[in-house]
């Protein structure tokens, strides 16, 4: 039971800004959003984590809602090399639970 | 250069055979973890370990087995009684695996194919 709600998939073209939305609604106070990225047959990779401040760095964005019951990561202009799997996961300890993300595809 | 080391990336073993996969870390993290995902699923969790000398089952334990001598090293074993080895096996480590923001990061993988 990965916990959260993803779209299973999105395009986005090359250049452009990529809004990945995350449902979390029954996300409880402790628990941090977490956002990792997988390409085709490689290990997963950190991206970006927050608690209720939306936090930013040098990969993407992330806006939590004030109710905290759903997320997006904002990739402010997607390349090809963004083209991956997007988990969304939350955790307030060691246990990530995947579910099976969504899957952007980026255009040239 | 820190980070987590896994090999080899692709292994091949035959039925019934035990078979071992490394994983290194260098980032003196002392939670090291170790997941399984299959071909369009996400990623469960096999076993982990917050300490030396100390591991506790995941989601999936059965039929794999581990051991934490090093803070470095966490080798997982995957023995015949796992009934459908063939798998993407992945490695993460975390600077301590307690309740907070305790990032985890992954290695590359190996990708196990028992034939």
């Known amino acids: 039971d990965a916990k959260t709600t993803q779209p299973p998939s999105m395009d986005c073209a090359e250049g452009r800004a990529a809004n990945l939305p995350c449902n979390h609604s029954?996300?409880?106070?402790?628990?941090?959003v977490y956002w990792y990225r997988q390409i085709h047959s490689q290990g997963p990779q950190y991206i970006i984590h927050?608690?209720?401040n939306n936090e930013t760095n040098e990969m993407a964005s992330l806006i939590i809602t004030e109710d905290r019951k759903s997320s997006t990561l904002i990739l402010p202009h997607a390349t090809l090399r963004d083209t991956a799997v997007y988990y969304c996961?939350?955790?307030?300890?060691?246990?990530?639970?995947f579910g099976a993300g969504t899957t952007v595809t980026v255009r040239a | 250069d820190g980070g987590i080391t896994q090999s080899p990336k692709y292994l091949f073993r035959k039925e019934g055979q035990n078979v071992t996969l490394s994983c290194e870390q260098n980032?003196?993290?002392?939670?090291m973890y170790w997941y399984r995902q299959d071909p369009g699923q996400g990623l469960r969790l096999i076993y982990y370990?917050?300490?030396?000398?100390?591991?506790q089952k995941g989601d999936i334990a059965e039929g794999y087995s581990v051991s934490r001598e090093k803070k470095e090293s966490f080798p997982l074993t995957v023995t015949s009684a796992q009934k459908n080895p063939t798998a993407f096996y992945l490695c993460?480590?975390?600077?301590?695996?307690?309740?907070?923001?305790?990032?985890?990061?992954f290695g590359p993988g190996t990708r196990l194919t028992v034939l």
């Open positions: 993460a480590s975390s600077i301590d695996g307690l309740a907070g923001a305790d990032t985890q990061y």
């Open positions: 029954t996300i409880s106070g402790n628990e941090y």
């Open positions: 927050g608690l209720k």
């Open positions: 996961i939350r955790s307030n300890d060691y246990k990530l639970s």
């Open positions: 980032l003196n993290h002392d939670a």
């Open positions: 370990s917050q300490i030396v000398n100390d591991f």
